[in-house]
C-alpha cells in the first residue's frame, strides 16, 4: 500500500505532471456531447474524442497527449450506488499516435505506479490478451515480455480472453488488445485474481487499462490492420484515489465522502451508507456536467438521459422522506469539489441549478404517476 494517502485532486495532477514531463501534450477534456459522430449518445472513454486521430482521419496537435476526460455511462445505472459503478466517471489516459508503442507505455505505467505513486511493484498484477483463433487474432505475446522485463514475475501476469480485446468506441473504429494492471488489496480481502473463479471479489481491483490500437473494425466486423499503431490508457480517477485512500470502495474516496455529506444535509438522512445518498452523490455529478456542456431535460435522445438521471435523483430523495425540492442544492458543494479542476462548471452554476429545480418541481408535480412509470 502506498505510504502516502493522495486526495482526489492531487491523483489528477499527477497523473498529469507525470506525462507531461515525459514529453506529452497536455490537452483540454472535451464535452460530454460528441462532435461530428453520430455512432455516440454520450462520450463514454477517454479516446472517444480522439478517435479521428487514430484513424488518420485528422493530424493530432502531438503525437504524445494525456489529459482527464469525463465520461457518461448509464448501461449500469441500476447498479449505481453500489462499490463500483458511478454514470459519470474521470478517466486519466495518455495516448501515442504513432510513436512509441507497447514497451514503453508498459515502462510507463510502472514508473507512474512504482515511482510517481508510491505502489510496491509486488501488489501489482497485469493481464493480456490471449488472442482469437477465430479472427486470427494473436495472442500479445510482445506486453507478456514487457511486464516480465519490467520485473513482474510469472505468477502476476496472466493471459486472458476476449476481455482483453478493446472494441471500438462507436459501431465501428479503432480496436485492439489490451493489457490490465491491477491492484492487489492482499490476502485479508475475499476474492481471487483476474481470471479466476472469485475474481469478482474485492481483493483484486482494475486500476489501469492499456489499449494498444492495431487494427480498425469496419461496420461489417472486419480487421485492418492501421497504418500507425497507437497507444490509448485509461485510468479510472475514483478508482485509484480509492486505492490511495485504503478503501475498497469508490463511494468512501474524499470526493464522494463530501458530496454524500451534503446530500445527507438536504435530505436529512444522517447514514452516509445509504445506498440512496451514493446514488444522489453520483447523479448530481453527471447532471450537473451534461448541463454545463448544453444538455437540457427531454423526452428524447441525450434529453431523456438527463431526464432520467435527474428522476432517479429524486426519487431516492423522496424514498429517504424528503420533501420539496432538493438535488439543485448539491450545485454548490459540487462545484466546491470539482469547480477547480472544471472551472465551465463553476461558471454554469446558476444555469444548472436552475434546470435542475425546474425539472424537480415538475416531476414532482406528478410524482404518483411518475414514481409509477420509473417502477416499471
Same mark, same amino acid.
Given at each position: 500500500?502506498?505510504?502516502?494517502?493522495?486526495?482526489s485532486s492531487e491523483v489528477r495532477d499527477l497523473f498529469l505532471s507525470f506525462f507531461e514531463k515525459n514529453a506529452h501534450l497536455r490537452v483540454p477534456a472535451a464535452g460530454l456531447v460528441p462532435k461530428n459522430d453520430p455512432t455516440l449518445?454520450?462520450?463514454?472513454?477517454?479516446?472517444?474524442?480522439?478517435?479521428?486521430? %487514430?484513424?488518420?482521419?485528422?493530424?493530432?496537435?502531438?503525437?504524445?497527449?494525456?489529459?482527464?476526460?469525463?465520461? /457518461?455511462?448509464?448501461?449500469?445505472?441500476?447498479?449505481?450506488?453500489?462499490?463500483?459503478?458511478?454514470?459519470?466517471?474521470?478517466?486519466?489516459?495518455?495516448?501515442?499516435?504513432?510513436?512509441? %508503442?507497447?514497451?514503453?507505455?508498459?515502462?510507463?505505467?510502472?514508473?507512474?505506479l512504482v515511482e510517481g505513486f508510491g505502489f510496491d511493484l509486488s501488489k501489482l498484477f497485469v493481464t493480456c490478451y490471449g488472442g482469437d483463433e477465430a479472427q486470427g487474432i494473436p495472442r500479445d505475446i510482445e506486453s507478456y515480455n514487457?511486464?516480465?522485463?519490467?520485473?513482474?514475475?510469472?505468477?502476476?501476469?496472466?493471459?486472458?480472453?476476449?476481455?482483453?480485446?478493446?472494441?471500438?468506441?462507436?459501431?465501428?473504429?479503432?480496436?485492439?488488445?489490451?493489457?490490465?494492471?491491477f491492484y492487489d488489496h492482499g490476502a485479508d480481502i475475499p476474492g481471487g485474481p483476474p481470471g479466476s473463479p472469485d475474481e469478482d471479489g474485492d481483493r483484486y481491483v482494475e486500476i489501469w487499462n492499456l489499449v494498444f490500437m492495431q487494427?480498425?473494425?469496419?461496420?461489417?466486423?472486419?480487421?485492418?490492420?492501421?497504418?500507425?499503431?497507437?497507444?490509448?490508457?485509461?485510468?479510472?480517477?475514483?478508482?485509484?484515489?480509492?486505492?490511495?485512500?485504503?478503501?475498497?470502495?469508490?463511494?468512501? /474516496?474524499?470526493?464522494?465522502?463530501?458530496? /454524500?455529506?451534503?446530500?445527507?444535509?438536504?435530505?436529512?438522512?444522517?447514514?452516509?451508507?445509504?445506498?440512496?445518498?451514493?446514488?444522489?452523490?453520483?447523479?448530481?455529478?453527471?447532471?450537473? %456536467?451534461?448541463?454545463?456542456?448544453?444538455?437540457?431535460?427531454?423526452?428524447?435522445?441525450?434529453?431523456?438521459?438527463?431526464?432520467?438521471? /435527474?428522476?432517479?435523483?429524486?426519487?431516492?430523495?423522496?424514498?429517504?422522506?424528503?420533501?420539496?425540492?432538493? %438535488?439543485?442544492?448539491?450545485?454548490?458543494?459540487?462545484?466546491?469539489?470539482?469547480?477547480?479542476?472544471?472551472?465551465?462548471?463553476?461558471?454554469?452554476?446558476?444555469?444548472?441549478?436552475?434546470?435542475?429545480?425546474?425539472?424537480?418541481?415538475?416531476?414532482?408535480?406528478?410524482?404518483?404517476?411518475?414514481?409509477?412509470?420509473?417502477?416499471?
Amino acid at each position: 500500500m502506498p505510504d502516502k494517502t493522495w486526495n482526489s485532486s492531487e491523483v489528477r495532477d499527477l497523473f498529469l505532471s507525470f506525462f507531461e514531463k515525459n514529453a506529452h501534450l497536455r490537452v483540454p477534456a472535451a464535452g460530454l456531447v460528441p462532435k461530428n459522430d453520430p455512432t455516440l449518445l454520450y462520450i463514454n472513454s477517454g479516446m472517444a474524442p480522439l478517435k479521428d486521430y %487514430f484513424t488518420g482521419a485528422a493530424q493530432p496537435p502531438s503525437k504524445t497527449m494525456v489529459n482527464v476526460q469525463p465520461c /457518461i455511462r448509464t448501461r449500469d445505472i441500476d447498479d449505481v450506488g453500489d462499490r463500483h459503478h458511478l454514470t459519470l466517471y474521470e478517466m486519466m489516459g495518455q495516448w501515442s499516435i504513432g510513436d512509441y %508503442f507497447k514497451e514503453k507505455a508498459c515502462q510507463l505505467s510502472v514508473e507512474l505506479l512504482v515511482e510517481g505513486f508510491g505502489f510496491d511493484l509486488s501488489k501489482l498484477f497485469v493481464t493480456c490478451y490471449g488472442g482469437d483463433e477465430a479472427q486470427g487474432i494473436p495472442r500479445d505475446i510482445e506486453s507478456y515480455n514487457a511486464w516480465r522485463e519490467l520485473g513482474f514475475p510469472e505468477e502476476r501476469v496472466v493471459f486472458l480472453g476476449n476481455d482483453n480485446f478493446w472494441g471500438p468506441a462507436g459501431e465501428s473504429g479503432p480496436c485492439g488488445p489490451c493489457t490490465e494492471i491491477f491492484y492487489d488489496h492482499g490476502a485479508d480481502i475475499p476474492g481471487g485474481p483476474p481470471g479466476s473463479p472469485d475474481e469478482d471479489g474485492d481483493r483484486y481491483v482494475e486500476i489501469w487499462n492499456l489499449v494498444f490500437m492495431q487494427y480498425n473494425r469496419s461496420a461489417d466486423g472486419s480487421l485492418k490492420d492501421l497504418p500507425k499503431p497507437s497507444v490509448d490508457t485509461g485510468m479510472g480517477l475514483e478508482r485509484l484515489a480509492a486505492v490511495q485512500q485504503k478503501v475498497t470502495n469508490n463511494y468512501d /474516496i474524499d470526493l464522494f465522502k463530501n458530496l /454524500i455529506a451534503a446530500a445527507g444535509k438536504v435530505t436529512g438522512c444522517d447514514d452516509p451508507g445509504n445506498k440512496s445518498l451514493r446514488v444522489i452523490a453520483d447523479h448530481i455529478r453527471s447532471t450537473s %456536467f451534461l448541463i454545463t456542456d448544453g444538455v437540457v431535460p427531454s423526452n428524447e435522445g441525450r434529453g431523456y438521459v438527463l431526464r432520467r438521471i /435527474i428522476r432517479r435523483a429524486v426519487r431516492h430523495g423522496h424514498m429517504l422522506g424528503t420533501e420539496g425540492a432538493f %438535488f439543485y442544492k448539491l450545485v454548490a458543494p459540487l462545484v466546491a469539489e470539482m469547480g477547480e479542476a472544471y472551472p465551465e462548471l463553476a461558471k454554469a452554476q446558476q444555469n444548472v441549478e436552475s434546470v435542475l429545480r425546474t425539472e424537480e418541481e415538475r416531476f414532482a408535480e406528478t410524482l404518483e404517476t411518475g414514481m409509477g412509470i420509473l417502477n416499471q
